[in-house]
């Protein structure tokens, strides 16, 4: 396991939150926290999506990216998931942290303040040097897409 330091700022709405934290020694990914205020919780009804504040910004490593991830057990629980999971936050990027959840649940799901809504998974990441060519290697699968594979 390698270990990078991530400097995070806390946004004037989050300053009584959590920074985001790993739940076991091992987890990939780091829990964010909704930074909605106290009194006006974000409710998602059943097929609807919502931008959810985490009262963060960060400052990434050259060479590496952010992914927002879902977490399972607003899945599994209430059909809470990330819409662009996983959502990439890039290096260079300084604004807030936001996770946009859709409900697929049967049921309004209420957001409230310090609850935990997506993981946070640190990746390395790469850039291509795209070259164009006028043929492709050859391989047993060929042009086989969408199932093509059995499955």
């Given amino acids: 396991m390698t270990i990078i330091d991530v400097r995070i700022i806390r946004l004037p709405h989050g300053h009584d939150l959590p920074l985001p934290s790993y739940q076991s020694a091992l987890a990939a990914g780091a829990d964010l ?8 919780p974000i409710t998602i009804q059943p097929g609807a999506r919502a931008l959810v504040p985490t009262g963060i910004a960060i400052a990434l490593p050259a060479g590496t990216e952010a992914q927002v991830r879902p977490r399972s057990g607003l ?19 300084r604004g807030e942290v ?54």
């Avoid at 926290?33 to 006006?40: L, N, P, R, Y």
């Avoid at 899945?75 to 990027?93: E, F, H, R, S």
């Fill in 33 to 40: 926290i909704a930074a909605v205020t106290q009194d006006a």
């Fill in 75 to 93: 899945a599994m629980k209430q059909g809470l998931t990330v819409l662009n999971a996983p959502g990439t936050i890039d290096a260079d990027y």
């Fill in 98 to 151: 936001q996770v946009l959840l859709i409900n697929h649940g049967s049921e309004s799901v209420a957001i409230t303040r310090g609850m935990r809504i997506a993981q946070l998974v640190i990746a390395p990441i790469m850039q291509a040097m795209f070259q164009e060519a006028t043929t492709l290697d050859e391989t047993q699968r060929g042009a086989g897409g969408f199932g093509s594979t059995g499955g």
